[in-house]
């Protein structure tokens, strides 16, 4: 239980909780992601990111960019790197709605903030994976209005993502 009233900052007292699970873990588990902490605890992001980033100091946790945060060092972890990134991996799955028809030509995709909660990912993790679609022309995107899906003239050739 956090005190929100007391004098202990709240990101120190979350890594306090997480050092405990994170102690009783093996290298390479999975940590909560900032989005799961923000959950948990009802915190901004930066809190949640100043917790982590506190274990990552004291050397208990490493984070592996796109992927999550894990116990231990990064040498001492047995977890196999991912084939795909997670950005890549969430296009792919906007991608094959798409082409199935699933999201149609000149409707929206659902935004950025229904994905990172679809996703339980960041923020940028989205933003990669739609300026991906952007960039292949399966979006386009609209200022102040959000992403929209391309005449099918416009998408790839093969209708998948390329490397």
């Not at 890549?88 to 999201?103: C, V």
């Amino acid at each position: 239980m956090l005190d929100r009233e007391g004098d202990t900052h709240l990101y120190l007292q979350i890594s306090e909780i997480i050092r405990s699970r994170v102690l009783r873990g093996s290298p390479g588990d999975p940590v909560a992601s900032e989005a799961d902490i923000q959950r948990e605890f009802g915190v901004a992001r930066t809190t949640a990111r100043r917790a982590i980033r506190r274990l990552r100091d004291d050397g208990l946790v490493h984070t592996v960019h796109g992927e999550g945060t894990y116990v231990g060092a990064p040498a001492a972890a047995p977890r196999a790197p991912r084939k795909t990134p997670l950005y890549r991996q969430i296009a792919e799955e906007i991608a094959q709605h798409i082409s199935r028809g699933t999201f149609t030509p000149r409707r929206a995709i659902p935004g950025e903030a229904a994905l990172v909660q679809q996703y339980d990912v960041a923020r940028e993790t989205v933003r990669r994976a739609v300026a991906l679609l952007r960039e292949q022309g399966w979006i386009y995107t609209v200022p102040q209005r959000g992403s929209y899906v391309s005449p099918k003239e416009q998408w790839p050739p093969d209708n998948e993502i390329s490397p």
